[in-house]
């Protein structure tokens, strides 16, 4: 298949040499990272979407999203399938998604979860929103990139599983951080917590999958001076995003919330900029009991 590929970072480089070692004709895009071997360079965006049947885009933000899509949906064919994989708000997604429709193109939003070494491996989920038309048109190449996808509904159904999910693993984590210290104050030992949690009602991916004390669990960025994996940043802008989301559907979110203060402060303040999102559990040690929960 003739795709398009726009945003070659840390994820959309694996990706899109996945799409190439599967056979596809790539043609690729980005302002700084040079295409995989064996896609071809284009030197604008609306150079690799031309004749595209799918362009696919992996991008920072829903304002750079925008920004791309303004530019490449007037050279698009007829029918062609606007693919964005970014983590963007929902409010972008759809706005994206009506400009392509608008136009005669299909589109759908299919944010991932499975991180760097997931585009790698291509072993992605996949969660989407948009038409029956394009989920059947990209589902392939999907496969091609991911392990598993779910079409969720409409546009933006994808992006709102996406933060749904993301805002409870950032308040799982940071309850399990902050579980930790308690423990740890309580004089309790720390893989007999494991030990006990993992297997009983407060167990999780957090606690299970990517347990955030050195040494305890399954491999995880805490065995490895808490070198991302899930950088706190990253986690940052989910739960901005599930609070902008929040804001704009009117729901009452205080947990997630309170998740986004957290990894906030500990990003711009505490230096937790580049370190796992596991990270809060040193964060946590090192603090004592606050009375004033504000959210
Ligand atoms: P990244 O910063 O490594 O890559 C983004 C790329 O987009 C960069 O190479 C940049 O040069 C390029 N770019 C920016 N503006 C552009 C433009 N106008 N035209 C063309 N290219 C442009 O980011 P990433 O880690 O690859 O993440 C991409 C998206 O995937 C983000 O939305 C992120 O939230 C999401 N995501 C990331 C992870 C992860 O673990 N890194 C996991 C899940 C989802």
Redesign the pocket.
Known sequence: MKIGF???????GPMAANLVKAGHDVTA?????EPPVGATKADT?AEAATGAKVVIT????GA?LR??ATEIVPVLDQGTVFADC???DVDSAKAVAKMAEDAGCLAVDA???G??SGATNGTLTFMVGGSDAGFDTVSPLLDVMGQKTVHCGASGAGQSAKICNNMILGATMAVTCEAFALADKLGLNRQKMFDVVSTSSGYSWSMNAYCPAPGVGPQSPSDNDYQPG?ASE?ML?DLRLAQAAAMSADADTPMGALAAQIYETFVETENGLGADFSALLPRFEKRGHDPKVKV
């Open positions: 726009i945003g070659l970072g840390n994820m959309g895009f980005d302002l700084v990272a965006s992996m991008l920072p933000d750079i920004a791309v970014s983590t963007v944010p991932v979860s991180g760097i899930f990253l802008k």
